[in-house]
Structures are given as C-alpha cells and as structure tokens.
C-alpha cells in the first residue's frame, strides 16, 4: 500500500506550486483536488466558482466513491500526494483520514481574501476554509494523524528548510528536485487550472517571499477579522525558519 498524504489548504494558498515540488519526486503521484465536484454538488451557502458545470461533469461527484476510488485507491508509486481544499471536506465520513499523513497548509486570511476576490467575489467564511482547517486541526490531533502544519509564508522565505522539515515529519528523504518545475501546466492539473493557476503556470519554483498589505472592502474586512483567530491558533503549531 502506498503512503497516502493529504495535503489540507486554504483556497488561493500556493497548494498547486507544493503539488508540483512533490511531482518532481521519483517516488511520487500527484493528485488535484480529488473532491472538488463532490463539494460542488453540496448544498451550501457559497459563492459561484468558474467553470462548476465543466467540473461537475468531468469529476466524480460522489465523495464516498471517491475516497474508495481515490484517496484509497492503488498506485504504481510508493506515495502518493493528494492537494485536498478543507472545505472540499464536507458531509463526508473522514475515517479515511486515519489511513494517511495529513497536512494543513495555511495562508494568513487578509492574504487569502484578497486573492479569492480577483475570481469570487464576496467569499463567505465556507469558501475561505480557515474556520474548517481549525476543527480538521483539532480533528486530526485527536486521531493522532497531524503530520504537519506548514504557512504559506514559510515555506515562501526558506523553500528547501520547509520542505527538509516537512519530508522529515513525512518520514520521506528530501529529494532537491522538490525545489524547481518546468514551466507550464502539469497533465495532472484539474479542469479548473485555467481559472485559478496562471501563476503557478509562469512559475519554475516557489517565488520569493514579498511582505505585503492587502486593502479590503468592508464585507471582506469582517470576513478577514472572522478568520484571524483560527488561523493564528494554526500558526502557532506551524513550521518555522527557526526549528
């Protein structure tokens, strides 16, 4: 059976570029976003994502079938790296969860809300996915199944550090190919990719670390306060530069 590593993220995080650093490893299968269909097809109060009816109609809706077929499912590699949305994980059973290594990558709000509203307007706390990470963090620490907790902003200013540290909680040996990709999309990109990754697309590594200010609309604003506490609890049990 292979090692199986969930990686948990907030939307508009640099999932897809530590998707790609774990294509580039020799004992690695990457998958996108396994249960986006399955969220889509929820009843929820959300807002309207790009091309839903084209993700729906190329993605298995049925989030059960998917953990079997999936997340579960058999592979030709030793691991196996799915890029999971926390709040893809809904009505859902999580018992899976006990079966692989799980990550939170987390993004401060004020960060993630500004980007998410370039293609969504008027996000709502379900699609930002931090109070979600918060209960999966606490979920996953219960279980025993917490591999490790990684911020966006760390990994960004010491790229090979965080990755050394996370492969080690991964119990994986760091390969230094993690560090660069080819420029472009990867064939395991979602349907989705040509809403979201233009980015990462023009990317060849993780981009250096900029300190920045994010001015917010009012709704936006109460949104991002909502968020911080939960994510500053995620913080403190993150990796860091200094470990």
Partial sequence: MPQRINAWSSPRNISTALMYAFAQRSDTTVVDEPLYAHYLSQDLERAA????????????????????????????????????MTHHLVNLDDSFLAECDNILLIRPPRAIIYSYTKVVQQPSMIDVGIQQQHQLYQRLKKMGKLTAVVDCDELLKAPERILRQLCQCLRLPFEPGMLHWPAGPRPEDGVWAKHWYHNVHRSTGFRPYQKRTYELPSEAEALAQACQPYYEALRAAALNTDD
Avoid at 59 to 83: A, I, S
């Fill in 49 to 84: 994502h790009p091309g839903a009816q084209e993700i729906l109609q190329h993605q298995e809706q049925n989030g059960e079938k998917v953990v079997h077929d999936v997340l579960l499912g058999t592979y030709n590699t030793p691991v196996v790296f799915f890029k999971q």
